[in-house]
């Protein structure tokens, strides 16, 4: 097993950072976790009662396009969360993703190894496999054939990770499912945390589409989960650089069927389909039995069912505490374009002042 004391997660202060932290230290409670964050999504309405707020030990707030070279001395392992972390950020903002994304988060790579860190760990997604055929599933063998920008950066990202890996800097990449449930600072720009919530506001699920593209999804513990193995247990000196498809092959669901979970737990929701919608290009159907060999009991645990009802568990307190009323308050987007009209950050996703802390 590796010795991975001193930990350093980007972008912690996000959807996914917080459950990891909290799992990660309940794990392994004699790691030091520090974390590293801009803080774009630090001061918005957040679900507090989904997990305890456990913390890094050290938090540092900073852009990892700015950081200073002396900043990674002394980490065992880096996790590498902080992007621009969907399709329509990334195609608003497309020269900020490349910017973010891409070349400061080679540098990241690239100072990590030269100051010794021993083990990267990469969140990249599906998504860059593009679209299959409608029942094809896709695998690690498949061709990579991203169609938006944010996809894009995430093959640019592995390319260049796969070329700078080595047995003294050991690299891994998780190709995550579409992430859905519970977490103490939600997002409802993901089509689960959606449905959900639209039901319990509305009773109704509109779905944009004809509900026929595939969507694989994993809940946010099983991806935590994931990059603690990534980080802690997966080892094989013989291959330096590793990019897996995390998810479970029982998770790739029609959007509609999607729909029809949600309404089985909340039976009064109506599902409304569009049925005059153009095909949806992101439509892809995931392999993930590599991923099942490799991490034996780290594989992801929580079914749809219970990552619904852990979603309906955090977000109907909220809703009868009178708060989490305007949707968009956790939609990644509508936060980033707030914040550069109340001219807290720039066009180019600056700060113009400290962030909030
Ligand atoms: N959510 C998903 O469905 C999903 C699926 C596959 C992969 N991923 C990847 O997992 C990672 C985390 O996703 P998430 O859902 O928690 O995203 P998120 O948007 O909720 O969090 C990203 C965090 O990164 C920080 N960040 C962004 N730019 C930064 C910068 N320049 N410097 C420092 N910090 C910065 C943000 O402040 C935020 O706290 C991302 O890399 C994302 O691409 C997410």
């Not at 994993?218 to 291959?239: E, F, G, H, P």
């Not at 729909?259 to 919608?277: G, M």
């Amino acid at each position: 097993m590796n010795i991975m004391n001193n930990i350093l997660i980007t972008g912690n202060q996000g959807y996914i950072g917080p459950a990891l932290v909290a799992i990660l230290k309940e794990q392994y409670p004699s790691s030091t976790v520090t974390g590293l964050d801009t803080g774009f999504f630090e001061s918005r309405p957040t679900i507090q009662r989904a997990y305890p707020q456990i913390l890094p030990d050290y938090q540092m707030v900073g852009d990892v396009r700015q950081l200073d070279a002396s900043v990674l001395s002394g980490f065992d392992a880096v996790i590498h969360l902080a992007a621009i972390s969907n399709d329509p950020m990334g195609e608003t903002f497309s020269d900020v993703t490349k910017q973010i994304n891409l070349e400061a988060s080679k540098d990241l790579a690239r100072r990590a190894k030269m100051s010794g860190v021993k083990r990267f760990v990469f969140a990249s997604s599906c998504s860059v496999y593009g679209a299959s055929d409608d029942n094809a599933f896709v695998n690690e063998e498949s061709p990579l054939v991203p169609v938006t920008t944010y996809a894009k950066s995430k093959v640019l990202m592995e390319k260049y990770l796969s070329s700078l890996a080595s047995p003294d800097f050991q690299v891994v990449c998780l190709r995550f499912a579409t992430a859905c449930g519970a977490s103490s600072r939600l997002r409802l720009d993901l089509v689960l945390n959606d449905f959900v919530y639209t039901a319990l506001t509305s009773n109704k699920i509109k779905i944009l589409s004809d509900g026929s593209p595939w969507r694989p999804l994993i809940d946010t513990q099983d991806m935590s989960r994931a990059l603690i193995w990534a980080c802690y247990k997966y080892s094989d000196s013989a291959l330096p650089f590793l990019a897996v498809n995390v998810g479970r092959n029982d998770n790739n669901f029609r959007i509609s069927e999607l729909a029809e979970c949600v309404a089985s737990q909340l039976p009064r929701t109506q599902i409304v389909l569009n049925k005059d919608a153009s095909p949806d290009k992101r439509s892809y159907k995931v392999d993930f039995n590599r991923f099942k060999q490799l991490a034996g009991a780290d594989v992801p645990q929580m079914c749809i069912t219970q990552s619904i009802s852990q979603l309906i568990d955090c977000i109907e307190p909220m809703l009868s505490q009178g708060g989490g009323t305007q949707m968009n308050d956790y939609k990644r987007l509508h936060i980033l374009k707030g914040l550069i009209e109340a001219k807290h950050l720039d066009s180019c996703l600056y700060w113009n002042r400290s962030p909030a802390v």
